[in-house]
C-alpha cells in the first residue's frame, strides 16, 4: 500500500484528496501550512525525509489571484521557490511528485481547448508564480515530477463559486453572473480519484489536464445550480466582465484539453453537469453550514 503525502492538505482540494485516500484504505499523511511552511526549505526536506511518502501531492501554494497582482514577490515565494524546495526534497529522495497548477499559465485568449503542450502565456502574476512552480518540478523531476493543471474547482471543504451561488439564491431575488468567461467547474472529488489513478496506473511523469468535460460560462454555471436547487434558473441575469473590475485580468477562455490522458490509456473525467449533479447535496448541506460568502 503507498504512503501519501499531501502538502497544503488543509486547503479544498487536499481535504478532499486527504479524505478519498482515507477512504481507500491508503496510507496518507496530510500536511497544512500550520504543519509544514513550503518556503521553509529545511522544514519540506525534514518532512520529506521523516514520512517515507512513495509520493508527495503538492496542494499548497498562493490562491489569492488578486492580492498576486500587488504581492508578486510574495506570491513567487510560495508558488514558484516553495515548489521549488518541495521538488528538491522529492528530487533527493527518489519520490514522485505530483505538482498542482492551473489554467492561468495561459492567456486565455484561445478558441479551442489548450493542449497539454500549448506553450504557457500567462497574464497574470498569479499565472506566472504557478508556471514558475511548474518550470521547477519539471527541471528537477524530469522522470518523475507530474503537473495536473486544473481549474474552476469547486468542492464541499472551501469557499467556491457554487456554494456562493447557493447562498445567494437563498437570500438574493437575482444575481448578474458574467456570460464571456468560458471554462470547466471541477469538483475536487473527481480530481482527487484522477490524481489515485494517476499514480496507481504507473503513469508516466509529464503535464496533464484535471478538469472535468465539457465547457461552459460562469452564468451557465450559476443557472445549473439555480436549476439544482430548485430555484428559477432566470434569476440569473448574464452580465460581462466588465461589470466586475478586478485586479487580475480573468481568463475568457479557460478550456483544457485532455489528450494527454488518452496517450497513457486513462480515461478523461466526467462531463461537468453530471459531476455538479452528484457533488450537489453535499455543496448544499455544507453551504447551510458554513457559508461561502
Known amino acids: 500500500m503507498k504512503r501519501w ?111 497539454e503542450q500549448a506553450a504557457p502565456h500567462p497574464r497574470t502574476a498569479y499565472g506566472r508564480t504557478k508556471l514558475a512552480g511548474e518550470r521547477a518540478v519539471r527541471e528537477l523531476l524530469p522522470e518523475r515530477g507530474y503537473v495536473v493543471r486544473t481549474a474552476w474547482l469547486y468542492g464541499e471543504h472551501g469557499p467556491n463559486f457554487v456554494r456562493t451561488m447557493i447562498e445567494l439564491a437563498a437570500r438574493q431575488p437575482s444575481v448578474d453572473v458574467v456570460v464571456d468567461q468560458v471554462g470547466q467547474p471541477t469538483w475536487t472529488r473527481d480530481l482527487a480519484g484522477q490524481l489515485i489513478a494517476l499514480i496507481d496506473s504507473g503513469t508516466p511523469a509529464g503535464v ?16 445549473q445550480t439555480f436549476a439544482l436547487l430548485g430555484a428559477d434558473p432566470d434569476r440569473v441575469r448574464p452580465t460581462a466582465s466588465a461589470a466586475f473590475p478586478r485586479p487580475a485580468e480573468r481568463p475568457a477562455f479557460s478550456v483544457l484539453g485532455h489528450d494527454g490522458w488518452a496517450a497513457v490509456g486513462l480515461p478523461a473525467m466526467r462531463d461537468w453537469r453530471e459531476a455538479l449533479a452528484e457533488a450537489f447535496p453535499a455543496l448544499l448541506a455544507a453551504a447551510q453550514r458554513s457559508p461561502a460568502s
Do not use: K
Open 5 to 115: 503525502l499531501v502538502i497544503g492538505g488543509a486547503g479544498m482540494l487536499g481535504r478532499e484528496l486527504t479524505g478519498l485516500l482515507d477512504a481507500t484504505g491508503a496510507g496518507v499523511i496530510s500536511l497544512g501550512h500550520a504543519e509544514l511552511d513550503v518556503t521553509d526549505a529545511g522544514a519540506v526536506d525534514t518532512a520529506v525525509h521523516e514520512q517515507r511518502p512513495a509520493v508527495v501531492v503538492n496542494c499548497a501554494g498562493w490562491t489569492a489571484v488578486d492580492a498576486a497582482e500587488a504581492h508578486e514577490p510574495e506570491a513567487l515565494r510560495v508558488n514558484g521557490a516553495g515548489t521549488a524546495n518541495v521538488a528538491r526534497a522529492c528530487a533527493r529522495t527518489a519520490v514522485p511528485l505530483v505538482q498542482i497548477s492551473t489554467d492561468y499559465v495561459f492567456d486565455g485568449r484561445a478558441t479551442q481547448p489548450y493542449s
Open 208 to 223: 496533464y489536464h484535471g478538469t472535468n468535460a465539457g465547457r461552459t460560462s460562469w452564468y451557465g454555471l450559476a443557472r
